[in-house]
């Protein structure tokens, strides 16, 4: 098949620097050769890394308590044109980031060109310790990388075009076609927004009761079949045992086995239109170690959600 890669080195949705470099560590680590070689997709798009200096403007104060919004707007308006394109060719889309404000623009990219080559609603399937669902009242940190899905939804909207405006009705995804999987640090605002909006959600508690099988099984029954996939998976998801480098690790996580499990099963239903991984911060690690570590988990969750298997 064909694959469009966006590779966004970009770090404004938060405030540690380092996540600019995730899509750098895991290309160098030979991701798209294998991908190409051992996986057989004719790659398309970003060879070398975007870092979108030059979407930065001279100022960018707080707005509505948002951390530079105008940057993160900016960038993200330019990211969803970019998945579009690939999207409306009939690629399948990677985009590597980065840190997750950046499901934004991939968002909104891929939802307009699949309903307009096919007529459909993606679902998405955010694989994630946190929901990410933050409207700019309800966020305590001003992080647009903790209010991707507000805006992807149209919870959160402005009319300005600087700041987010120009997210339009038809780049909009459902509320009603969203699963989330592997959530264990929700902010009580967002509780209060997953409840009020009937949000299908897996957390960690309903990954151990059920075991990641049944999970998916009831994940992929919610958004039912024959629905295009965009799956958007923050690494942070991941225990920080197989993924210490990342700005925001919470314990309790996914072992690197259900991760691989959530993105073969994805792929295996024949539905994937996109898929972001995001979160990897390689100065962030301890150790050398575990930002290799990391990385390497990162790479696999791709490699599975492309195909490979284990037999
Ligand atoms: N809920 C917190 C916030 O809104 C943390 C978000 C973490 N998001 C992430 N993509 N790692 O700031
Ligand atoms: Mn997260
Ligand atoms: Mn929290
Ligand atoms: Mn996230």
């Known amino acids: ?53 030059e979407l930065v403007p001279a100022s960018d104060p707080d707005y509505r308590g948002m951390k530079n919004p105008r940057t993160v707007s900016a ?33 909104a990219g891929s939802a307009k060109a699949i309903r307009e080559r096919l007529n459909r609603d993606i679902a998405v399937i955010w694989v994630d310790a946190h929901s990410d669902i933050n409207t700019p009242e309800t966020s305590d940190s001003g992080n647009i990388h903790g209010m991707p899905v507000a805006f992807a939804t149209g919870l959160a909207k402005d009319d300005n075009e600087e700041y987010f405006g120009w997210i339009k009705d038809d780049m909009r995804m459902s509320v009603k076609k969203l699963v989330y999987i592997g959530l264990r640090d929700v902010d009580s605002g967002e509780k209060k927004i997953l409840r009020d909006n009937g ?49 925001t690790p919470v314990r309790g996580g996914l072992t690197l086995r259900e991760g691989d499990y959530i993105c073969e099963s994805v792929h295996q239903t024949g539905q994937l239109v996109a898929i972001d991984l995001v979160e990897v911060n390689p100065s962030l690690a301890a150790t050398e170690a575990g930002a290799q570590e990391t990385v390497r988990a990162g790479c696999s969750l791709v490699r599975c959600a492309l195909g490979d298997t284990l037999l």
């Open 75 to 107: 960038v993200n308006k330019q990211l969803a044109s970019q998945v579009y394109e690939h999207a409306s060719q009939g690629r399948l889309v990677l985009t590597l980031g980065g840190d997750h404000s950046i499901a934004i623009g991939t968002l």
């Open 1 to 53: 098949g064909d694959l469009g890669v966006v590779a966004v080195g970009f770090s404004g949705g938060q405030p540690k620097a380092g996540v600019d470099a995730g899509p750098a560590a895991l290309i160098d680590s030979g991701l798209l050769s294998e991908i190409s070689n051992e996986l057989g997709y004719r790659i398309h798009g970003d060879q070398q890394v975007k870092l979108y200096k």
């Open 199 to 247: 949000i299908k959600a897996f957390s960690m508690f309903d990954v151990d009761r059920h075991g990641i099988g049944r999970v998916m099984e009831m994940a992929l029954a919610h958004i039912g079949t024959d629905t295009p996939i965009h799956l958007s998976f923050d690494v942070d998801a991941l225990d920080p045992m197989w993924a210490p480098s990342t700005g």
